[in-house]
Nanobody, 119 residues
């Protein structure tokens, strides 16, 4: 099992920045990728960004490209999401997720952290 703990959410004004962190513990060997998802009220959970552990390749949904940056600290099994130029439509609960090499999809999820962007 892998345990994920997010931190860094909060309330920010439009145009502001926040940095989310996700610390992984437990069976973190053979990590394939970690990612961030978000879910706004009344909407389905959507992919935001991901980073592949082997080569640090990153992936983003179109709506956050150029504003968000995902990075990692392999030694600490921690992934970060730097969010700049935040918009009210970025308001959501943000979830960290992890997938190990032996698994077919994201199997581990954090409890979520609230991000609220005021206009």
């Amino acid at each position: 099992q892998v345990q994920l703990v997010e931190s860094g959410g909060g309330l920010v004004q439009t145009g502001g920045s926040l940095r989310l962190s996700c610390a992984a513990s437990g069976r973190t060997f053979n990590m394939y990728r970690m990612g961030w998802f978000r879910q706004a009220p009344g909407r389905e959970r959507e992919f935001v960004a991901a980073i592949r552990w082997s080569d640090s390749n990153t992936y983003y949904t179109d709506s956050v490209k150029g504003r968000f940056a995902i990075s990692r600290d392999s030694a600490k099994n921690t992934v970060f999401l730097q969010m700049n130029s935040l918009k009210p439509e970025d308001t959501a609960i943000y979830y960290c997720a992890a997938q190990r090499v032996i698994e077919a999809s994201y199997n581990y999820w954090g409890q979520g952290t609230q991000v609220t962007v005021s206009s």
